[in-house]
């Protein structure tokens, strides 16, 4: 990744859409001190943006980052690429669930523990095992409920980030293919 040549892609990509930088920084939020930053090789555009300068300037985020536009080749080669990735993302996916259902078998058995303790309080007056057995269940619900939450918001958020970027490469996929056509 070349900070000099993503710079000049950006400005050949911006003058061939006949953009101004002001203009294309209304476009994505930014200064057009930070699009002239980037075109002269000084900074690279937030990893938060990408995305976004890649799209205004109708290039994959690939072609963005290797500072060139990419042959049918190349392109085939990260397509083949983002599906390995998709796939591998399913593993992942899987292995979360994994791991939420070993959170939930943790906080099952704190909840028969507790259970348990409720049981031997009845028989005997030495220790308050309904503190104890409070405690289990309620670690129990909580260690199982923060694991479902903590897991769904994840699993949502990079479900998300993924279609957007599949459906944007797809989309300039379909594009280049029909212009090349043409």
Do not use: H
């Not at 900074?43 to 049918?72: F, H, M, Q, T, Y």
């Not at 303790?117 to 030495?126: A, L, P, Q, T, V």
């Amino acid at each position: 990744m070349n900070q000099e040549n993503i710079g000049k892609f950006i400005a050949e990509c911006r003058k061939e859409k006949n953009m101004t930088q002001q203009e294309l920084a209304e476009k994505i939020g930014v200064t057009d001190r930070a699009i002239s930053n980037w075109e002269n090789g000084r900074r690279l555009p937030d990893l938060s943006l990408i995305s976004l300068v890649a799209s205004e300037l109708d290039v994959s985020v690939a072609e963005l980052l290797n500072g060139r536009k990419l042959n049918k080749e190349e392109l085939e080669e990260l397509k083949t690429t983002i599906d390995k990735l998709l796939e591998y993302n399913t593993v992942e996916e899987i292995n979360k669930i994994k791991r939420i259902n070993s959170a939930f078998t943790l906080s099952f058995i704190f909840i028969v523990l507790a259970v348990i303790i409720n049981e031997i309080n009845s028989s005997s007056d030495i220790f308050n095992f309904e503190v104890a057995a409070s405690y289990l269940l309620g670690s129990g619900v909580g260690i199982g409920l923060l694991a479902i939450i903590n897991n769904y918001i994840k699993i949502n958020k990079q479900k998300n980030n993924l279609n957007k970027s599949n459906d944007n490469l797809v989309l300039r996929l379909k594009k280049r293919a029909n212009t090349r056509n043409k």
